[in-house]
């Protein structure tokens, strides 16, 4: 972790942000380091409502003490592409696993996004995901149901008859779609109950004014994720090199 490993004082006031309510990068903010940092604290330790600091500090121990020599790692410390550094990968990997568990994913199907994303092909066969993350193949099969069914991964056959699970730039486009029209059953849900509470009584006001505040989301992310759709197909997004 960046500035060192964490200290059982730190886990300490991490805890009581949590407690407080307090948002992750104010925690971070209040112990001098990154966001990142505390996110990927919280998320390996039981997640914001079920972390314990002395719990994550030997929780923490006991995985240094089960941690091999360089030489005996396994895929994810292979050579890497591009003379990446091996280790700084994996540490990504691992952030950002722990932000994508952060936004609802499950820790197992995080894993696979990031497994996913952080390949330069942009796809990879069941056998070489569970090979990289060294999980089952049941595991695997369960992660991609969950990932093509919010149209975050999609499939092909390859010249060997093997399924290839991809993610590109367009997937993304259309997840944000889905997303954006996730709540269009409650939005008419919500409008039945209009009509069945009675049109201007407090209960139908609430809900007509969640319906239209749902609408109202919905077409402004529609709308915005068709304009910026061409940065999706831009290298680096359209902007120029930093200094």
């Known amino acids: 972790m960046p500035g060192g490993r964490l200290t059982q004082q730190e886990r300490r006031e991490i805890a009581l942000g949590l407690a407080d309510g307090l948002p992750y990068a104010e925690i971070a903010r209040r112990l001098d380091r ?7 604290e919280v998320m ?12 994550a500090h030997r929780a923490t121990e006991r995985r240094a003490h089960r941690r091999k ?20 990968v994996a540490a990504y990997e691992e952030t950002l696993t722990a932000v994508l568990m952060g936004s609802g994913l499950s820790k197992m199907v995080a894993r696979v996004l990031t497994c996913l994303y952080t390949t330069d092909a942009g796809s990879l ?33 390859d010249e060997g008859r093997r399924d290839r699970y991809i993610v590109d730039d367009e997937l993304f486009y259309q997840a944000t779609i889905a997303g954006a029209r996730a ?13 069945v509470l009675g049109p201007h009584t407090p209960a139908a006001d609430r809900l007509e004014n969640i319906a239209r505040f749902l609408d109202f989301i919905a077409e402004s992310i ?7 759709r061409e940065v999706l197909h831009t290298p680096d997004g359209g902007r120029a090199p930093r200094e």
């Open 34 to 40: 990154p966001t990142s940092t505390v996110t990927r």
């Open 44 to 55: 390996r330790n039981g997640g914001p409502t079920a972390y314990r600091a002395e719990l």
């Open 69 to 88: 020599p360089a030489s005996a790692r396994g895929p994810e410390s292979a050579p890497q592409p591009h003379g990446r550094d091996a280790e700084a």
């Open 125 to 157: 066969t069941a056998s070489e995901l569970a090979r990289h993350l060294r999980i089952s193949p049941a595991s695997v099969s369960k992660a991609i149901t969950f990932l093509e069914s919010q149209s975050l991964v999609r499939r092909e056959r």
């Open 183 to 195: 709540h269009d059953q409650l939005v008419e849900t919500a409008r039945q109950g209009v009509a």
């Open 222 to 228: 529609t709308r915005a994720a068709e304009q910026a």
